[in-house]
Each structure stands twice: as C-alpha cells, then as structure tokens.
C-alpha cells in the first residue's frame, strides 16, 4: 500500500493493535486512524475503546503475503498501525512476518519498534531461524517458484538480511538510554532510530563505523540511520530546532546519514522568520514538513548506504 511518509515508498500492515508505553505514545497517530475504522466489519473493531488502543489484538493473516504479489521493488515501513514486537504478538505470528520479508529481497523493510528489549531477544534467539525457515517453506507451498538457496538465507543465522532494517523509536533523553542499547545488541545489517516525536534534546552516543581486517571489511559497532521529526496534528507539542541542529551535526561527526523528516506543526527557535528562542516559528507547511522553509543546515534527507 502506498505511503505519504517521506522516508518509505509503502506500508504492510499485518499486525493490528497496540498499547501506550512512553511519552511518544500520547498523540499516536496510528490510535487517531485506528479510532475512525473501529466500527462493526471496519478493520480495528474491536481494538480501541474511548479513542485509545485497548490493548487487544488481531492478525491479518489475509495481508501477510501482500508483499509477495509487489513486482516492484520498494522501500516498506511495516506496521505503521502497529507495532511488530508489542506483547500482544506472539513470537509465531513474528515469525511468519519475518519469513515473507526474507522471501522477498527485492524489497527494503523498515522496522520501527519501541519495543527493543523485546526484538533483541527475538532476534538472538537460537531457534528463531528454524522457526522462521519452517514458515518460508509453508509459504513456498503456495510459491512454489520461491527458492531459498538463489536469495541467501539457507543459513540466514549466519549474515542478517541487508534488506532489513531494524530501528527503535526515541523521543528523549531517557528513552534513548533504554533503547538503543537493545537496539545495538540485535543483530542487524543496518539499525536506525526514529527521533520522532521529538521532545527533547538528545545524545545519541554514535561512532564511526569501525573496519575488520581483511578484504572485506565489517561493521563492528554503531548506527548506520536516523530519523528526525518534530510532532504534527492536534495537541502537537513543540518541537526545538536546536535539537534538529544538534542530531543533524551528531550524524555528521560519525558519518551517519541522517534524514530530517519535518519540523513538527509547533517548531521553535531563533533562527527562523520571527523566531526567537522559545517562540514559536512561522511555517506555512502545518506539518512544518516543506524544507525551503528551513533553516539551510537542516535540509538533509539521506538514506543508509
């Protein structure tokens, strides 16, 4: 399914239902699209309650091979509505998820968890890839020209997808410090963060990428990717430039590129028309989203290598 969001060409929603867990939560958009489809037949009946995620669950196992069917190759954020690695989920429904993507490398998945302890345990655990490489052959029953061996993952322990990206969401200080720890012990081609919403300053701890010896030289440590927006819609809450500013300058000291996504609908800041510290900008972009509005050094939209 197509996207507006700057940074995937589509959404893959297999998941459905969630739960509030920090302060990023508060005005998640997902809950506000879930609220208007959670009538009777609509697909989040049953799923929310007062406008709020009631921490039930369903799995639309009638999507879970939609990405099978897409010829083109794309860039896919999947779970928008959800999240991948919430409680609700069990470690089996993962699994068939994980095995579609790993059927499909002609796609780049995203995965954006605030769950991180969670996906790294998954991700580390011994059997997972057992369970995983069980659902790819039910899969392949319906597939039957889908081969294992010709994309790589007859022993996908071995070498994570490169085709995977696996992130975490941070919104300050202390829910970076929680996550990315987790996020830097799973076992990835590439991690990234989502500093989205962002509401506060944050120091991200990123390093270079360190080389191997040998001819082929491997990452070691580090994040290849992140994400910066401030908050949109009702009850935005602001949204400092500076902090875009110093995540921006972060990823440039460690070479790490780095996409700044939107301003937020309440940016502030002294460098923009009318702006003085603390007060509000001017933007015509509601969502602060139109970069020839911004600030020159923000204007930075780049993609892992």
């Known amino acids: 399914m197509d996207t507006k969001i700057e940074w995937a060409d589509a959404v893959w929603n297999v998941t459905r239902g969630c739960r509030r867990v920090s302060p990023g939560c508060v005005n998640c958009y997902a809950e506000k699209v879930a609220t208007r489809f ?26 879970l091979t939609d990405p099978l069917s897409w010829q083109k190759p794309a860039l ?20 068939q998820v994980l095995a579609v993507m790993l059927l499909t490398p002609r796609h780049t998945y995203q ?20 369970r995983v490489l069980a659902c790819a052959d039910q899969i392949r029953l319906r597939y039957p020209r889908l ?3 010709e994309i790589g993952i007859s022993d996908p322990s071995k070498v994570p997808a490169s085709w995977i990206w ?8 202390e829910y970076a410090d929680k996550r990315i720890p987790d996020l830097l012990r799973t076992p990835a081609a590439v991690r990234f963060i989502s500093y989205e919403p962002a509401l506060g300053l ?34 935005a809450r602001p949204f400092d430039i500076a902090w875009a500013r110093s995540a921006v300058e972060q990823c440039k000291a460690a070479g790490v590129p780095v996409f700044v996504k939107q301003l937020g609908a309440k940016p502030t800041g002294r460098d923009c028309e009318h702006g003085r510290a603390g007060q509000p900008c001017r933007f015509n972009d509601p969502k602060g989203g ?16």
């Open 38 to 63: 959670c009538g009777e037949g609509l697909p989040y009946e049953g799923l929310i309650r007062l406008g709020k995620w009631n921490g039930e669950t369903t799995f639309a196992a009638d999507k």
């Open 76 to 95: 896919i954020f999947v779970d928008s509505m959800s999240d991948l690695f919430y409680e609700g989920f069990s470690d089996a429904q993962i699994d």
């Open 111 to 130: 995965v954006l968890t605030k769950r991180a302890d969670r996906m790294a345990k998954y991700l580390t655990d011994p059997r997972l890839y057992g």
């Open 147 to 149: 081969r294992l061996n």
């Open 166 to 173: 696996w992130g975490v969401s941070v919104e300050n200080q």
């Open 202 to 235: 944050v120091n991200f701890g990123l390093r270079p990428m360190q080389a191997g010896c040998g001819p082929r030289p491997f990452k070691t440590t580090g994040l290849d990717w992140l994400i910066v927006g401030g908050e949109s819609g009702n009850g």
């Open 290 to 305: 139109d970069w020839t509005e911004w600030p020159a050094d923000l204007r930075v939209r780049e993609f892992p290598r």
